[in-house]
């Protein structure tokens, strides 16, 4: 039987993995919960939600990019690979993931321009985060970094940056919840990497997952799902 080969909109969506889009959005709302009872600023929410969102989208479309060109998508399972099934070129791919990182970038200026300009440098280092997990001559995705970076970006600075931009203070609520949120992206990664550990491995991809091997990558997805709990138990 031939696979059905999906139109230009759907490879297209597919190849954002939707699936993978809630762990960009639910930090934004978890954020949004730790700042009450400021009175919900709907404008700078909207703005915190595009920015998760699109550097989401741009990290799994530069993702796709670098694996394909790498020949590391070869081997993989899950979700659609756009250059590595051939549905659309490397240059395209990066162009998508581009101009996803630009979307982020004009609504993190906005959103500075109506907080704090210190928020670029976050932003940037954010995007710079986002190319750089398997983009670049030394991806840190392909060191077994992956995670502290996610902890960091989808944990901390989304939720934390979420309560800063509609109270502009930090407090120590949203650092914990960011921390939940922070090991529960983990935890999603550790589960794709476990899934993706025989490919890596041929493919020279040194994941956290592959650096353990599967016997102890299964305790550390439990212990980040355990932490994820705790730390969301700690909030209340």
Partial sequence: MTATVPGRTARWVAGARPRTLPASLVPVAVGAAAARPVPTLWGRLALCAVVALALQVGANY??????????????????????????????????????????????????????????????????????????????????????????????????????????????????????????????????????DIDGDALAGKRTAAVRLGRPRADQLYVALVVAAFASSIACG
Avoid: H, K
């Avoid at 020949?71 to 990066?94: C, F, K, N, Q």
């Avoid at 280092?125 to 392909?142: I, K």
């Fill in 62 to 195: 530069a993702n796709d990019y670098a694996d394909g060109v790498r020949g590391t998508d070869e081997r993989r399972v899950g979700p659609i690979r756009l250059v590595a099934s051939g549905l659309a070129t490397p240059s395209m791919v990066r162009a998508a993931a581009l101009a996803s990182f630009a979307t982020a970038a004009a609504a993190g200026v906005w959103l500075a321009a109506l907080t704090s300009w210190w928020l670029i440098a976050v932003g940037a280092a954010a995007l710079a985060a986002g190319w750089g997990y398997t983009g670049g001559p030394r991806p840190y995705g392909y060191l077994g970094f992956g995670e502290p970076f996610v902890f960091v970006f989808f944990g901390l600075v989304a939720t934390a940056g979420t309560t800063y931009c509609l109270r502009l203070q930090v407090t120590a609520l949203s650092l914990l919840a960011g921390a939940a949120m922070g090991f529960f992206s983990c935890a999603l990664l550790n589960a794709n990497n476990l899934r």
